[in-house]
């Protein structure tokens, strides 16, 4: 285990390494100059150069990289162009947000899944499986942003029972804050039941034409029995999988998310800070989102090779 | 598994708790004092620093924190006192003597001075201060005379002084202030929190000096970038403001009981939608193939498109603008005119790129009924839409296109609406080589009156006849409120203040 | 194949998507209108001249709906051709040489699976110039890791056997071995995957138009098409049907039949009760 964990490690650094590179050079061959950006009309070429100086940017590139790398390793992340925050605290402040839409919806999607996962497979190519696919689709074919507003069209204008989009904060405003929570958590958790439906699905198959299962089957054991105790413990590492790898969707799909519900998360701020050019907050956000998902999958790794069913099965 | 279910258990309840509201989300805005009013923004601002700024989001926020030496009359859009009581001009022009107001305390409690003011006009004279550094060419010197007290000297006459000075704002002689972050004015709303994507919230300054103002007592930003979204706000009631009405729902605000529109009337709307030509380039430096543009224009289509939120007309000035050059023909769409004009130039289906940006919806359709137009009568156009940052960049560092759509807010005065399409700002990127025309621009302020408005009136012939950019119509953004709200006065140029709006209690 | 059409569901798959095909293709002998022009007032409702009636600057929206099939399908089809070449050829030789340069590809690989999607998708797109080859570009790239990884799983599995082992035997090189030999036997996979990133890339880029960097005004995508009827879903609701309908049953039809060929390709799936 110990050995496996330090070459995780190891592999880890290697991943942020080339996460780090495809960040900064992405951003920095973007078109558009930040400087423009913070003078508005008509500046005079001397002003321009100013800021671009003030702002680090007239350096080589690679100065650049290695500089920022240098702060990243002192656990500097910089500060925001527009506004000077530095951006550690301006994650800070995102993270919390955006990790609240994707456990809930997450949990949502789990909720929704899982139920009809297992339908699925004890009535397999029923018509109960092909109706639960059909409608599981719906999710994977629909973009977020298009749910989303029918969502508020129906639940905000038609009926005015939730706000359409915007987030109050949990310590001033409880209620309004968990009202607010109800569609975005709703789109992200219809979106994502979908694929949590499908991986399900298609890992408990597998499982149930297994030999150990028909073995199980032929001494006797009700199918019920098959289904919700051998199956579901193999399926468990399928699922641990699923979740963390569509933990990494959800986080993209947030991106979208948050923009149209106006909801201040992480995936808005990248946004934001692409199309102003805020270099630093990109580079923080989008590092910070990538190697939350690599670490996300490492644990993924850890905890099904903890459950591992050959080795309780030998 | 047994763990799961917990989960899952906490997040049923947690669904139910919050499915089971049946009450209208409205919680907003009910607290003591004046009211809360909640102006919902396409984003938030960049900045609140009020000498570099880039957005109009920028201004309309800290449009509430500073006052401006000098303010328009909402009526007659003439300067009118602002933090200048009062301002005497000498005989020759060359000097103005200007009296402060009294009373004027900054909000972290200072008096403001003379020379506070002293270093607001040096702050908005660097060349980083982009929106007034050319408007204020012609101030010398200026001279503290005491605690209220200053004199201004001159270079060269400069009638439209005052109007300049609507753009500047006071802040205190502190260097140690960074008004980005933790802004100080004289305004009358203070910063209280300004939480990135989420709010930027600002409460009453208690100690304004404007009697009985501000009537609010808090007024709270919020950035929504969908505008379908924002307005679903407003009609949930969840925002009492939203900056822009979409057009789709202009009608159904217009006949609500409950909404309704600061609507502008079609001639005070001096914002333009300018389409930019780099006539340094073929095929566009012919005259003849930018007039052909012109007359190709299908502008009732876009009128039609934009649900009326556009002002159909060719030149820079409302037709009712009492210096606006009425001998001038109006531009009526003539395609057969146009193919005419555009074969005398020579054109040989050259490829021509029309560039717009994705700012607003608004732009994508001005921007397709354009390239439509400029397709029937044979220009071999194709459309690219780009984000804001990359289209300032093109157009106004690099100066690599070929046409260009934007829209334009110029100051209410008419020297400003040549000027700003066609003079220094825009006129730079248009590389239009006539200096006389633009020296001559900035001459009229320096004339008196009479000859002033005639050499308007020639800039104008000029304009019409050269063509050096297209105004493709008048330019309307109409901001939206519930009818709870009260003393809002819709701006020519879209700026928001706020301080004499009230809402009333529901 | 001749399976495929015995289901019923993907039956009606297949014939839905040549269906959509047909129509992109036919698209200028099927509508008096160009896709760009502008015919009569805006936001028309249905009528004989306009099937769906007319968007928001007056263009007839049949005519942009068919024209739209080709963008979205071209880059659909295309962007999940360059992820599967890009994906085949880094998996295989990830898979088959191992070592050093197999965890160099695989990190590398980890590193673009950590990104949001969409962020590098626009990312590209900003840098490139949002136009339908580089949203071809931009959305291929994103999907090359998962094409990589299926590949390089299939090439793992399948590098001791003794097929493999045997033509190696008999002297065929390492790109004969990988290309010749192991890439035909791990086609299955390759087919599921293809469909179902093919739906996801119509997703994609109808995901690009709302963040207003997807293909260029006044070519016609189903997602700008969807992106620009939402803000007039109250006036003119025909509209966002038509262009939802048209997103939503081109990719359950790829999803579905996804579906339906890991059921029929996977071996275990055949063993049927």
Not at chain 1, 166 to 178: F, V
Not at chain 2, 303 to 310: E, I, P
Not at chain 3, 159 to 187: C, Q, T, Y
Request: hydrophobic share 45%; aromatic share 8%.
């Amino acid at each position: 285990m110990v050995p496996m964990i330090a070459r995780k490690l190891l592999e880890l650094v290697l991943v942020i390494f080339f996460v780090t590179l495809i960040v900064f050079f992405t951003f920095r061959l973007l078109p558009g100059d930040p400087a423009l950006l913070k003078l508005g009309q008509d500046p005079t070429p001397e002003a321009v150069a100013a800021i671009r100086a003030e702002m680090g940017l007239d350096r080589p590139l690679l100065s650049q990289y290695l500089h920022w790398i240098g702060d990243l390793v002192r656990g500097d992340f910089g500060a925001s162009s527009l506004d000077g925050k530095p951006v550690l605290s301006l994650l800070a402040e995102k993270v919390p947000k955006t990790l609240e839409l994707a456990v809930l919806g997450t949990l949502l999607s789990l909720f929704i899944a899982i139920p009809a996962g297992v339908l699925a497979a004890v009535y397999r190519y029923s018509w109960v499986d092909r109706l639960m696919r059909s409608v599981s689709l719906f999710g994977f074919s629909v973009p977020a942003y298009w749910l989303a507003i029918l969502l508020m069209l129906i639940f905000a204008y038609k009926v005015h029972l939730l706000p359409a989009g915007g987030y109050a904060s949990l310590a001033e405003n409880p209620w309004l804050h968990l009202k607010g929570l109800v569609l975005p958590v709703l789109t992200v958790g219809i979106i994502n039941a979908a694929q949590v439906f499908r991986f399900l699905r298609s890992g408990m198959l597998d499982i149930v034409n297994q030999d150990y299962i028909r073995t199980a089957r032929a001494k006797g054991v009700s199918e019920a029995l098959v289904i919700g105790k051998h199956v579901a413990r193999n399926t468990l590492p399928g699922l641990v999988t699923v979740v963390t790898l569509n933990f990494s969707l959800l986080l993209s799909g947030m991106v979208i998310t948050e923009q149209i519900f106006a909801w201040p998360g992480l995936g808005w701020l990248m946004i934001q800070s692409i199309l102003s050019r805020d270099y630093e907050v990109v580079q923080g956000a989008v590092l910070l989102s990538a190697v939350f998902i690599v670490v996300m999958n490492l644990v993924g790794d850890l905890i099904n090779a903890m459950l591992d069913p050959r080795i309780k099965y030998n | 598994m047994k763990r799961l279910g917990f989960v899952l258990l906490l997040f049923l309840m947690l669904v139910s708790l919050t499915a089971c509201g049946g009450e209208r989300a409205v919680e907003a805005g009910a607290d003591a004092g004046g009211g809360t009013l909640r102006v919902a923004l396409n984003s938030e601002p960049t900045t609140l620093n009020p000498y570099i700024w880039a957005a109009l989001n920028d201004r309309n926020v800290f449009l509430q924190l500073y006052n401006s030496l000098m303010e328009y009359d909402p009526q007659t859009l003439k300067p009118v006192p602002g933090l200048i009581r009062e301002a005497k001009a000498s005989e020759d022009g060359l000097t103005y003597t200007f009296t402060l107001q009294e009373g004027v305390t900054f909000h972290n409690g200072k008096p403001m001075t003379a020379d506070d003011v002293k270093a607001s006009l040096a702050k908005a004279m660097t060349p980083e201060a982009t929106r007034t550094a050319p408007l204020l060419k012609a101030i010398k010197e200026v001279k503290v005379d005491g605690d209220r007290q200053l004199t201004v000297l001159l270079n060269n006459r400069d009638s439209l002084l005052l109007d300049s000075l609507v753009e500047v704002f006071v802040t205190p002689n502190d260097p140690s202030i960074d008004h980005s972050k933790h802004p100080v004015g004289t305004g009358p709303f203070k910063l209280n929190a300004w939480v990135r994507n989420e709010k930027v919230v600002l409460e009453k300054n208690e100690a304004y000096w404007k009697q009985g103002l501000p009537k609010l007592s808090r007024l709270e930003f919020v950035p929504i970038p969908d505008a379908e979204v924002k307005t679903l706000q407003l009609l949930n009631g969840q925002v009492d403001f939203i900056d822009i009405a979409p057009i789709t729902r202009l009608g159904e605000i217009e006949k609500s009981t409950d909404y309704q529109l600061a609507r502008l009337g079609e001639e005070s709307a001096i914002q333009d939608h300018l389409m930019l030509i780099n006539n340094a380039k073929a095929p566009m430096n012919d005259r003849r193939f930018r007039k052909a543009l012109d007359y190709a224009l299908d502008r009732e289509v876009i009128k039609k498109a934009l649900f009326g939120n556009f002002v159909v007309r060719s030149g820079p000035l409302p037709d009712s603008h009492e210096t606006a050059n009425r001998d001038i023909p109006k531009t009526t769409m003539d395609k057969a005119k146009a193919r005419e004009l555009l074969k005398a130039s020579g054109y040989k289906g050259e490829p021509v790129e029309l560039l717009y940006h994705k700012i607003d919806s608004m732009y994508d359709i001005v921007a397709q009924i354009a390239e439509q137009s400029l397709k029937d009568i044979g220009v071999n156009v194709t459309l690219r839409g780009v984000e804001i940052a990359q289209f300032s960049q093109l157009v106004f560092t690099k100066k690599s296109y070929d046409l260009a759509l934007t829209g334009i807010v110029p100051k209410p005065n008419p020297v400003d609406m040549l000027n700003h399409p066609f003079g220094k700002t825009n006129g730079a990127s248009m590389q239009w080589q006539s200096k006389e025309w633009a020296a001559n621009l900035l001459r009229v302020s320096q004339l008196p009156e009479a000859e002033g408005r005639e050499l308007l009136k020639q800039l104008q012939s000029q304009l019409a006849d050269q063509m050096p950019g297209i105004i493709v119509g008048g330019l309307i953004q109409t901001p939206a409120m519930s009818r709870a709200v009260s003393g809002f006065v819709p701006n020519p140029q879209s700026k928001l203040y706020f301080e004499t709006v009230s809402v009333s209690k529901k | 194949m001749k399976k495929l059409w015995k289901d019923p569901s993907s039956a009606f798959c297949l014939s839905f998507l040549l269906l959509i095909t047909l129509l992109a293709l036919l698209a200028p002998l099927l509508t008096p209108y160009r896709y760009d022009q502008i015919a009569a007032d805006p936001l028309l409702g249905a009528s004989w001249s306009h099937l769906f009636g007319t968007d928001e600057i007056g263009r007839d929206i049949f005519t942009r709906i068919v024209y739209a099939g080709q963008v979205s399908l071209l880059v659909g089809l295309c962007s999940t051709l360059i992820a599967l070449l890009f994906g085949v050829v880094l998996g295989l030789v990830s898979g088959y040489y191992g070592g050093a340069l197999d965890a160099l590809i695989s990190r590398f690989l980890d590193g673009l699976l950590a990104f949001p999607s969409i962020i590098l998708a626009l990312a590209v797109m900003a840098v490139l110039g949002p136009n339908i080859y580089n949203a071809m570009l931009a959305i291929g790239l994103v999907s090359v890791p998962i094409f990589a990884r299926i590949t390089r799983g299939s090439v793992l599995t399948m590098k001791s056997r003794e097929f493999v082992e045997a033509s190696r035997s008999m002297g065929a090189g390492d790109g004969r071995i990988m290309f010749g030999v192991i890439l035909p036997n791990s086609l299955s996979p390759l087919l599921v995957q293809f469909s179902l990133t093919f739906a996801s890339a119509v997703l994609i880029e109808a995901g690009l138009s709302f963040l207003g960097l997807g293909v260029q005004p006044p070519t016609p995508s189903w997602g700008s098409m969807l992106n620009a009827a939402k803000s007039y879903l109250t006036i003119s609701p025909l509209y966002s049907i038509v262009a939802g309908a048209a997103v939503f049953l081109t990719v359950l039809c790829l999803n579905l039949l996804g579906d339906s060929l890991r059921d029929h390709l996977d071996p275990r799936m055949n063993k049927r009760r």
